[in-house]
């Protein structure tokens, strides 16, 4: 049937994407990282771009500011980042990693890349590479 949901490509993109992330997270709690996936991600991408924004880091993940800030909260509690003034600007804060931040990533990330190496199994790198184009050409046909 061609308007069967489980034929949609967005569909397919959105299911695989909820899938890899409950494997991460079973990965994350077995391992007792006391963390989430979106944590993991908003850590990645501070580490990727530090300093950044608040707004920055929201543009980035694709996340809402008041979700950002909540996890951020979080993450601040926990001591992997701190937030620092901005001169002259009362209102935003560059988010960097502490030390201790820095530390846990590099403690867990053989861990993660095991994770994508096994979401990629059986895929040749020309494989991969395509797929790739795809999910860009697809992200960039939907801005």
């Given at each position: 049937?061609?308007?069967?949901?489980?034929?949609?490509?967005?569909?397919?993109?959105?299911?695989?994407?909820?899938?890899?992330?409950?494997?991460?997270?079973?990965?994350?709690?077995?391992?007792?990282?006391?963390?989430?996936?979106?944590?993991?991600?908003?850590?990645?991408?501070i580490?990727?771009?530090?300093?950044?924004?608040?707004?920055?880091?929201?543009?980035?993940?694709?996340?809402?500011?008041?979700?950002?800030?909540?996890?951020?909260?979080?993450?601040?509690?926990?001591?992997?980042?701190?937030?620092?003034?901005?001169?002259?600007?009362?209102?935003?804060?560059?988010?960097?990693?502490?030390k201790?931040?820095?530390?846990?990533?590099?403690?867990?990330?053989?861990?993660v890349?095991?994770?994508?190496?096994?979401?990629?199994?059986?895929?040749?790198?020309?494989?991969?590479?395509?797929?790739?184009?795809f999910?860009?050409?697809?992200?960039?046909?939907?801005?």
């Open positions: 049937m061609k308007d069967e949901l489980s034929t949609v490509v967005l569909f397919q993109i959105d299911q695989t994407s909820k899938i890899a992330k409950r494997y991460s997270q079973r990965l994350f709690d077995q391992n007792d990282w006391g963390l989430t996936v979106d944590q993991w991600v908003l850590l990645k991408i580490e990727q771009h530090t300093p950044i924004s608040q707004k920055e880091l929201s543009n980035l993940s694709m996340r809402d500011t008041a979700s950002i800030t909540r996890t951020l909260d979080l993450l601040e509690k926990k001591k992997y980042v701190e937030r620092q003034a901005i001169p002259n600007n009362r209102r935003q804060y560059n988010i960097e990693l502490t201790q931040g820095h530390s846990f990533i590099e403690r867990h990330m053989d861990k890349r095991e994770t994508r190496e096994k979401s990629l199994e059986g895929f040749t790198e020309k494989e991969i590479s395509v797929l790739s184009d999910l860009l050409r697809i992200q960039a046909n939907m801005k």
